[in-house]
């Protein structure tokens, strides 16, 4: 069974061969450590990945450095971003500080090239093999980027019609990036918004409801529409609104995080019908502070609770961050091989 029929079983809830095995995001310096010299594809190829991304959106907008020590840049969306040693550079300022700034504001050109260069490279070594997915936005995140996160969550109140606004740019954009990426040939769309902490969503369900939730069912649609799989990616305890966002028609959920309280096992017990389930080994405490032997047990547990019937995808319940030990990655890859296959 080749890589790509796997993940596509398992995104229409039924049963591969094997679990499928996917991540978000990998970081540079893990790969490196567990395969020397690889490349992302290389890596991808030789340690079994299923699904392989275009990784952080970020990373297909041109920037200009406003200061080289310091790592500090701004992007074409005008937002100030700094590097760290996460794969994903920090937004530390919007562009939009007032009305105004919004009317005389224009988004980057979704069809540069630049934004379609790693599907490219992806879609000729690996397309009919592996499923290749497109990392993009929804509805959220290039608000929080654009205004500034605290100043979006108070404008929910006090400016709606400028988050309205706001929220009209980044999925416009979002829309015409999907449709040009599925002709292209892409496969999935991972839509990476995340929408709470471990405490719980950072808006109330009401104002995810009125605010975003329009605007990620148009992305979701579009994508389905254009025949694409699609996985809403969000980090946090998402209980009070995951009935909304699996009622957009998303095929997969990821990454039901059990450090912010998720329990994949009750979430596909209830919502099974209806999604794939993905994710669930902890990043902190699994895959960064124990052991190979805990992670292979960590491994063995989640599939057996989780697996049986179909419809679950193995991951970390985030991506594979700087911190997280090779060694322990490593043993992760291996065991989803060892415990993952189906007796049919």
């Known amino acids: 069974m080749t890589s790509f029929i796997r993940a596509e079983l398992a995104l229409k809830k039924k049963i591969p061969d094997r679990v499928p095995v996917f991540e978000l995001l990998i970081d540079p310096g893990v790969i490196k450590a567990i395969c020397p010299g690889c490349s992302y594809s290389d890596f991808a190829q030789q340690y079994g990945l299923d ?41 530390m300022e919007g562009p939009i500080k007032t009305e105004e ?101 950072m808006m109330s369900p009401k104002h995810f409801e009125e605010f975003f939730l329009p605007g990620l069912k148009k992305v979701v649609q579009t994508a389905k529409k254009s025949g694409a799989y699609t996985i809403k990616h969000t980090d946090g305890y998402i209980n009070e609104i995951l009935e909304m966002i699996i009622s957009t028609g998303i095929d997969g959920l990821h990454p039901l995080d059990p450090g912010a309280g998720m329990n994949i096992r009750e979430v596909k017990e209830k919502y099974g019908k209806r999604i794939c389930v993905i994710g669930n080994i902890d990043t902190g405490r699994v895959l960064t502070e124990s052991t190979p032997e805990i992670v292979a047990e960590t491994v063995k547990k989640t599939i057996k609770d989780v697996a049986p019937k179909g419809g679950y995808i193995i991951s970390s319940a985030n991506s594979i961050h700087s911190h997280v030990k090779p060694e322990n990655y490593l043993a992760m890859l291996q065991s989803a091989r060892k415990y993952g296959a189906y007796e049919l």
């Open 51 to 91: 699904i392989v991304m275009t990784g952080t959106p970020s990373s297909n907008y041109r920037k200009e450095m406003i200061d080289e020590k310091s790592g500090t840049f701004r992007d074409e969306w005008g937002v100030i971003r700094k590097y760290s040693d996460q794969t994903v550079p920090f937004p």
């Open 101 to 201: 700034d919004l009317k005389n504001y224009c988004p980057p050109d979704p069809l540069d090239p630049l934004r379609f260069a790693v599907l490219e490279e992806l879609l000729k070594r690996f397309k009919g093999k592996k499923m290749v997915g497109m990392h993009v936005h929804d509805a959220f995140s290039y608000p929080s980027y654009l205004r500034g996160m605290d100043n979006l969550l108070m404008d929910l109140i006090e400016k709606p019609d400028l988050v309205h606004e706001l929220v009209r740019i980044g999925v416009e954009h979002t829309v015409i990036l999907i449709k040009r990426a599925r002709a292209f040939g892409a496969d999935l769309f991972v839509f990476g918004d995340d929408y709470a902490g471990n405490s719980g969503p």
